[in-house]
């Protein structure tokens, strides 16, 4: 659905899906996500900071290098809802269009910005609409159903590749702990039963289903997946604990010019 609540469209008219356009290996997606401690160059992760909304006028400055380069490359920006209450939001999107930079949007709405809920921060609970005063689409994908996600995806990267400019992605999820962990946590303020219905509609669980229904993968062979991660998690919780603590003569490493 689009922000209009009809069928996926953009200000140019109805594309047809191209499920295949982001399996090309001859082009990169360089991601820049709201997760401050991400990053990993070698893959195309840019990394980020710590600043509600910060990520995405980097977003902008990559796409631009990647416009300039000239080698297909796209750019894709990750935030939460709670960013498209900031400038940043607006000043990217608008930059973006403006210059029709090979970038993707994407609005990770899992509606709450820490304990906000979104129809208390927007007059409109749809981050999507926002992409028509900006000239570009704006999609609302489910962002508990895997292969919608990849599906409005495709579209946006392959337009993006085809020199038509940005595209805004909503994807409609929920996050079901803390806006962040701690030792004690706070008391839960959310409907118990808002919480269960978005449990139910768990990703996860839906593309397992999908994939045992289609006989692509049995139920031994989605165990085994279960147990790799699980041992993946378990090591890397180990390095870190035995890893140790910066030093802190490295504070201020690479904060300011000499």
């Known amino acids: 659905m689009n922000h209009e609540g009809t069928k996926k469209t953009n200000h140019e008219g109805p594309k047809a899906r191209r499920r295949n356009k982001m399996s090309s290996s001859c082009f990169r997606v360089f991601v820049v996500d709201w997760a401050s401690w991400l990053r990993g160059f070698a893959v195309g992760m840019l990394g980020a900071n710590g600043i509600v909304g910060g990520g ?12 300039l380069e000239g ?5 894709v920006c990750f935030f939460g809802d709670g960013a498209a209450a900031e400038g940043e939001f607006h000043e990217a999107l608008n930059i973006a269009s403006l210059w029709k930079l090979p970038i993707v949007f994407v609005c990770e709405n899992n509606q709450y910005a820490a304990n906000n809920a979104v129809a208390v921060q927007h007059p409109r609970v749809d981050i999507a609409a926002h992409a028509g005063a900006y000239r570009m689409p704006g999609v609302i994908a489910d962002g508990n159903d895997v292969l919608d996600v990849y599906a409005t995806t495709g579209d946006a990267v392959a337009r993006a590749r085809g020199g038509d400019g940005p595209s805004l992605l909503e994807c409609k999820t929920y996050r079901w702990h803390f806006h962040a962990m701690r030792a004690t946590p706070p008391p839960e303020t959310r409907p118990p039963d808002e919480i269960a219905s978005w449990k139910a509609r768990d990703p996860i669980a839906r593309f397992e289903q999908h994939v045992l229904d289609l006989g692509v993968l049995s139920a031994a062979e989605i165990d085994a997946i279960h147990g790799r991660v699980t041992t993946d998690l378990d090591e890397a919780v180990a390095f870190a604990e035995a890893s140790p603590f910066p030093d802190p003569k490295d504070l201020l490493v690479d904060m300011f010019a000499e």
């Not at 006028?57 to 290098?65: D, E, K, M, Q």
């Not at 080698?71 to 750019?75: A, L, P």
């Open 56 to 67: 995405l006028p980097i977003a902008c400055g990559a796409a631009l290098a990647a416009q």
């Open 71 to 75: 080698k297909g490359d796209v750019t």
